[in-house]
């Protein structure tokens, strides 16, 4: 017979009659076993034969009493164990005492019902459910799951995963063995798409990004990508956009300013430069990358610098010879005359003198005019001796001694 039906009987003792006279009648069997003929129990027996018959009655009593007993413990039950149906006679007193002796092993994720240790009756009905570990993978989230179901269908109504338009590694009909399986589940889910203007929705159980894209109907170009990596895992819910992305390259000239070499020339006097040669400025090119992200343009990036004319300095000869101090230096023509008188005369040797009227002063009585076309600064008055003397020089070699109408005639005393 099946394993799946398969009835394990213990023989009942057949059923008693009552037995006549002192109620020791054939229907126990006691005739043969107390050595009575097969008329006994039809009349009464003799005192003699009464006196014998007891005490074999007594031992044959008490053997039918414990045959009774032993026959009452024994029960009827039906055990389930994963699904397999065995009907069995078992003399357990409770549902742990049962397994133990069917050789059933539960575990902590095992379902057995009623529970260990519940106490067995005839006629009852005990299920053992095995667990079997489940890999689950929902959504791209991982994580190990026990469930007793024996079919992929049932654990995910177990789990209260929603499978209808999902995807499932294995088919739903398959069945869990004792070892388990590994199961990769990608629900339906709802993700919104922004492109090209325009908003759509899809239900998809796509694994990346870019299978979305392309269950959407969306062509992505070369440059084009989506607000979220295309490799990642679309949640529900979730809005992505599209990125237009197109490229190009700019290159701009750039002067580059020439460098100015200055060297010292003590032929030259102090302040004096001398320019010989003229700086020319070069040129740098640049060549930037730029990006249009749905059509706006973004910030450029530099991908290469080139000099393509290098620039040429300036050379600056520099006077480094000093100049010669005011008011020393020979002023040939005018160094044999008679200056100090001139100055006695004008002014009373007093370089600071100043007319009454304020415009003439110093020792050779300078108007400003002519004090600042000689290369004075400031008035004379405020000037050395020295250098009032040297300037009053240089304007005798220019003018002689008009500038003097009636001291200049002291010059040659």
Excluded at 174 to 188: C, F, H, K, S, Y
Excluded at 203 to 229: F, H, K, W
Excluded at 277 to 293: C, E
């Amino acid at each position: 017979m099946p394993d799946e039906a398969r009835t394990v009987i213990v023989p009942r003792p057949a059923a008693r009659r009552p037995a006549a006279g002192l109620g020791l009648g054939p229907a126990l069997g006691l005739g043969p076993a107390l050595g009575l003929g097969p008329g006994f129990g039809r009349g009464l027996a003799s005192p003699q034969a009464l006196r014998r018959l007891v005490p074999r009655a007594l031992v044959v009593a008490a053997l039918a009493g414990g045959t009774t007993a032993f026959v009452a413990d024994d029960k009827e039950v039906l055990l389930t164990v994963d699904g397999t149906p065995r009907t069995l006679h078992t003399f357990a007193d409770d549902v742990d005492e049962l397994l133990a002796h069917e050789g059933v092993p539960v575990g902590p994720h095992d379902i057995v019902a009623p529970g260990a240790g519940a106490a067995l009756a005839n006629g009852d009905e005990v299920v053992v459910r095995y667990g079997r570990p489940v890999t689950l993978t929902l959504d791209g989230r991982r994580r190990q799951v026990w469930t007793t179901a024996g079919t992929v269908a049932e654990a995910l109504r177990q789990l209260g995963v929603r499978a209808e338009g999902a995807y499932l590694s294995v088919s739903r009909s398959a069945p869990i063995a004792r070892q388990g399986l590994t199961l990769d589940v990608r629900t339906e889910r709802a993700v919104t798409f922004m492109a090209d203007g325009r908003e759509r929705t899809v239900r998809t159980n796509a694994a990346t990004v870019r299978e979305a894209v392309e269950r959407a109907g969306l062509t992505l170009g070369p440059q084009d990508t989506t607000s979220v990596p295309l490799d990642s895992f679309p949640r529900d819910g979730q809005t992505i956009t599209v990125m237009r992305i197109s490229a190009s390259e700019e290159v701009r000239e750039v002067a580059v300013p020439y460098p100015v070499e200055r060297r010292n020339d003590p032929a030259l006097l102090t302040g004096t430069e001398v320019i010989d040669r003229q700086g020319r400025p070069g040129a740098r090119r640049i060549t930037y990358a730029v990006r249009t992200v749905n059509g706006v343009r973004q910030k450029p990036r530099r991908i290469s610098d080139e000099l393509v004319r290098a620039p040429v300095a300036r050379l600056v000869r520099v006077g480094t010879r000093p100049r010669p101090r005011p008011g020393h230096g020979p002023v040939p023509g005018a160094d044999g005359l008679n200056w100090a008188a001139l100055a006695l005369c004008e002014s009373g040797g007093r370089p600071d003198a100043v007319d009454a009227s304020g415009t003439y002063g110093g020792l050779y009585q300078f108007d400003p005019a002519t004090w600042h076309a000689l290369g004075g600064t400031g008035t004379a008055q405020e000037a050395s001796a020295a250098e009032q003397t040297h300037r009053a020089k240089k304007l005798y070699i220019q003018r002689g001694a008009s500038p003097w109408p009636h001291c200049g005639i002291r010059l040659r005393s």
